[in-house]
């Protein structure tokens, strides 16, 4: 068999174009509000779609996996932390506290909801089990994460958070459309079945749209104005390093637990993923407004790198499945 190199996939080029964008002509104001009303819909609508393509079955599949969802639980909220506190032990001197500090905080966050589940559906992968796994990491989050944020950051984590407010919104905007969705398959399933390129189309949009939109808030509120080139260097480098990490954590801990290839991709896109959208506003309330910049510059980084590296990932898998059936 000849060795053909992999083709330069055009989703990866739009997504490069996208970064290029934001940082150019970044979403603000007014208008960053209607932005983030598009996104929200756009997320309904995919979860609306799931929910309408998947059986009540592969729904109660989902629910059952309880040993995926503690996996993943036990990642977001166990392996990330020590991983933190080693960063901030190794480096301490080398970086600043503030950005050590960051780094912590971006390994006590919750998981992403949204791009956990697209990629998961990109990749071929449990959805069912993505959509509980992610919803359960991002609920317990906004108690956990003050909670560890208290015991790790030298007890900064006493403000309060809305939680009530993050319940409602991950109730309306990801499980209300998907349970909507599903009462509706009697009457959708069978056309969702012949049009199944429209999920993969609908996830790759929200993709786009939550990279856009998260990038512009970063570069909105300074990003480029509060650090250099070399503290920008040494953000990303181990941003990188600790995502690749938690990739080969995720992968090995789903081999050796004999997870099914459908869990597998769960835990590595759910049990390696930081929230951004709940990160900020956590940051918000639990420190004070000087240092909330620096302690979410690793978070922001570290959100776009997994973005770019998920999506390759997710496509390979997504190959993974084409090519024997190709063959």
């Known amino acids: 068999m000849t060795f053909r190199p992999p083709r330069p996939d055009p989703f990866m080029a739009i997504m490069l174009v996208v ?6 002509l970044p979403v603000s104001g007014a208008a960053a509000i209607w932005f983030g009303w598009l996104t929200d819909a756009a997320i309904a609508v995919l979860f ?9 079955r592969a ?4 629910v059952g996996a309880v040993r995926l969802h503690v996996m993943v639980f036990l990642t977001t909220f166990a392996v990330f932390p020590v991983a933190g506190l080693g960063i901030a032990a190794l480096l301490s001197g080398a970086v600043d506290p503030v950005i050590l500090a960051g780094f912590v905080f971006l390994c006590i966050v ?7 589940i697209a990629f998961t559906s990109m990749a071929g992968g449990n959805v069912p089990a993505a959509i509980c796994s992610a919803s359960i990491s991002n609920l317990a989050g906004v108690v956990v994460t003050p909670a560890l944020a208290a015991l790790l950051l030298a007890g900064r984590g006493g403000a309060e958070f809305d939680m009530v407010g993050a319940a409602q919104k991950i109730a309306l905007q990801i499980l209300l459309p998907f349970v909507a969705g599903h009462v509706c398959r009697p009457l959708l399933g069978g056309w969702i079945d012949r049009h199944k390129a429209l999920v993969g189309r609908v996830d ?3 993709i786009l749209l939550v990279v856009y939109g998260a990038f512009s808030a970063a570069v909105v509120e300074g990003l480029w104005r509060r650090v250099g080139a070399l503290d920008l260097v040494m953000v990303v480098a181990i941003s990188s390093l600790l995502l690749a990490l938690m990739l080969g954590v995720t992968r090995l801990a789903g081999r050796l637990a004999g997870l099914p290839r459908e869990d597998r991709i769960v835990l590595v896109f759910a049990g390696s993923k930081k929230s951004l959208a709940s990160g900020v506003p956590i940051a918000g309330a639990l420190f004070p407004a000087a240092v909330v910049g620096p302690m979410i510059l690793p978070l922001m980084v ?10 390759v990932l997710a496509l390979r898998y997504g190959r993974e499945l084409s090519e024997p059936a190709a063959g």
Not at 110 to 116: A, G, H, K
């Open 48 to 56: 609306f779609l799931h929910g309408a393509k998947l059986s009540r």
């Open 110 to 116: 919750p998981s992403t909801v949204q791009s956990s």
């Open 59 to 62: 729904i109660l599949e989902g």
């Open 19 to 24: 970064l290029v964008l934001a940082t150019v």
């Open 204 to 206: 790759r949009t929200s």
């Open 302 to 311: 570290f959100h776009q790198i997994q973005l770019m590296v998920c999506t």
